[in-house]
């Protein structure tokens, strides 16, 4: 990491607070990939957040990456870092209530839960359909399975026993 005159930015940007408010809503979930299904993730919300920070609230730092193209892990890199750390330390303890971005980032995270509860909604919203449709499709089954039985008792009453020939 590279670092020069590291401060608190005075506020985070429009495209940066969008991005900020997707990347923490998605933190609430963990999607399957394979199956669709969604798993509630609440725990990694806090680290994605704090990467989040150090990315764009953090201003006079630059992460930088290996020999091999990897981008070094910015949490552990920041928090080695005492004056890097320290910024988002302050946020935390709320020194920053003052400053712009603690109003902001309070907006991002509502934003961020509003959209998590939506998306929350829709999943469930569709596993009660697909409950519906499989509820639909067996009374649908039980039915003609009925139908069925009574075809057949009909076509055995209709047969001719043998005692009558």
Do not use: W
Not at 134 to 152: C, D, M, P, V
């Amino acid at each position: 990491m590279k670092k020069e005159n590291v401060k608190i930015i005075d506020s985070i940007p429009y495209e940066s607070r969008r991005d900020m408010t997707v990347r923490i809503a998605k933190a609430f979930y963990n999607k399957d990939a394979e199956t669709g299904e969604m798993t509630y993730t609440p725990y990694a919300v806090e680290p994605v957040f704090e990467f989040l920070f150090y990315v764009y609230c953090v201003e006079g730092i630059q992460f930088e990456a290996d020999e091999n193209g990897e981008l070094e892990d910015i949490i552990l890199t920041a928090r080695g870092d005492e004056e890097v750390h320290n910024c988002y330390l302050q946020y935390c303890n709320g020194e920053l209530d003052t400053h712009v971005i603690s109003g902001q980032i309070d907006v991002i995270i509502n934003n961020a839960k509003a959209i998590a509860d939506f998306e929350a909604q829709k999943y469930l919203s569709k596993c009660r359909d697909v409950g519906v449709l499989i509820e639909s499709l067996t009374r649908i089954g039980e039915y003609l399975q009925r139908e069925e039985a009574k075809i057949q008792n009909v076509e055995s009453a209709d047969k001719p026993k043998e005692d009558d020939a």
